[in-house]
């Protein structure tokens, strides 16, 4: 158990809709990162929030935005769904930014896009 | 797109067997993380090993690092049938402003009993 958990378990929606993906991080853990992962490859990152300010943001496309609040927990929302968009979406909080700080991941969410 | 490769991209081994899974790299880096996730589920942190080191151990792991080849090693000693599960390394690039962390491809790692 990594304290980290994540909201629905499994997900499944129709293209072109809109989802919204939940996490709740470890108490006191300031840093959230999203991670999308696709079938039999390794997870891939997609934005990270800092204080509740995204702090980096990786080879996704604007339809893909989060939100992190002051309760340690944070959403991943994703427009306009594509096909490809199918994967497992996991969230990691860490204590503080940068350095060789552990990410502690969550069991992830499931989505399937049809 | 991936940082790394591990190599194999599946291993099968009998219970009690050591099994070692390499991992490579393309830019310099704060730190290596391996970790391990069973059946599509979410990931486990294994151990990290920073820049500076060259070895070490956890339990029945052993990481090495060669940062002038850029690449890792995850040992596992005396398999349990428990430890069947996808390994990833994972690094944590040099001079980010993030702690992003870039995931190879992963090994499957199937023990049997």
């Known amino acids: 158990e990594t304290g980290v958990t994540q909201s629905p378990t499994h997900l499944i929606k129709t293209r072109g809709q809109q989802v919204t993906l939940r996490c709740s991080s470890q108490?006191?853990?300031?840093?959230v990162s999203w991670y999308q992962q696709a079938l039999g490859q390794g997870p891939q990152f997609i934005f990270q929030y800092y204080r509740e300010e995204e702090n980096g943001r990786g080879n996704f496309p604007p339809r893909f935005s989060g939100l992190q609040f002051p309760n340690y927990s944070s959403e991943l929302n994703v427009n306009a769904l594509e096909l490809d968009d199918s994967a497992l979406y996991l969230c990691?909080?860490?204590?503080?930014?940068?350095?060789?700080?552990?990410?502690?991941f969550g069991p992830g969410t499931r989505l399937t896009v049809t | 797109s991936q940082q790394g490769e591990e190599d194999p991209q599946a291993l099968s081994i009998q219970e009690g067997e050591n099994a070692t899974m390499n991992c490579s790299y393309k830019t310099s880096i704060n730190n290596l993380q391996w970790y391990r996730q069973n059946s599509g589920r979410g990931l486990v942190h294994l151990i990290l090993i920073r820049s500076n080191e060259r070895e070490k151990h956890s339990g029945r792991l052993r990481v090495t690092l060669d940062t002038s080849k850029k690449s890792s090693s995850l040992l596992i000693t005396a398999s349990r049938a428990a430890d069947t599960a996808s390994y990833f390394c994972a690094t944590d690039s040099l001079g980010g402003a993030t702690n992003k962390l870039i995931f190879g491809t992963g090994t499957l790692l199937a023990v049997q009993p």
């Open positions: 108490s006191g853990h300031n840093t």
């Open positions: 990691a909080s860490s204590l503080q930014v940068g350095g060789s700080y552990e990410q502690y």
